[in-house]
């Protein structure tokens, strides 16, 4: 091959990669707390935007931070939005209790030996996680939750995206 062959095969192949996609979220099954049954990530692509809050019970940012999930949840749910809680290393005794004592009404469940978390790339409490309705990993917030950065991320993903107008023809 010469050297324009092979550039030109270069080009090619960068032009047809997607450009720079968001990573595809692991699938998951979560048996729910309060037993309503199991919630599967992959009902949700194609339909719903998912925020997968990692917590525990024993984490004081996550007890801090729990009032702010909770009226996230309340805000969006209505919208195409499932927040949905995953309490690591935690009893289901710890975590019901947790959840109850901060009001929670968004879906629970447990894993407490991390067997969901680290196929996220879980380092710690709190760790959220925003996956887009293409079943891509969009934000991956380590840490304490800005309420209003995920609140902004939220609105853009459902808000519609801009279709450009034909030219408007003169007559």
């Known amino acids: 091959m010469c050297v324009r062959q092979v550039l030109a095969v270069l080009v090619l192949t960068f ?27 992959r009902a949700a692509i194609g339909k719903k935007i ?20 909770q009226r ?5 749910r209505t919208r195409g939005v499932e927040v949905v809680s995953v309490q690591v ?7 019901r ?15 407490p030996h991390l067997t969901i978390a680290n196929r996220f790339g879980f380092k710690g409490t709190p760790y959220t996680v925003v996956i887009s309705t293409k079943g891509e990993m969009v934000a991956r ?4 939750l800005d309420e209003a950065r995920l609140m902004r991320l939220l609105d853009q993903l459902l808000s519609p995206p801009a279709t450009k107008k034909p030219p408007s023809r003169l007559q």
């Open 15 to 41: 032009l047809a990669a997607p450009a720079l996609a968001a990573p595809s979220a692991p699938a998951f099954t979560l048996k729910l707390l309060d037993d309503s049954g199991t919630l599967d990530s």
């Open 50 to 69: 998912l925020v997968v809050r990692f917590q525990a019970s024993w984490c004081k940012p996550c007890a801090e931070e729990a009032p702010g999930l």
């Open 72 to 76: 996230i949840y309340e805000k969006y």
């Open 89 to 95: 290393q935690d009893t289901a005794a710890d975590a």
């Open 97 to 111: 209790r947790f959840l109850r004592q901060y009001g929670a009404t968004y879906p629970a469940g447990l894993d």
């Open 141 to 144: 917030m380590h840490g304490r």
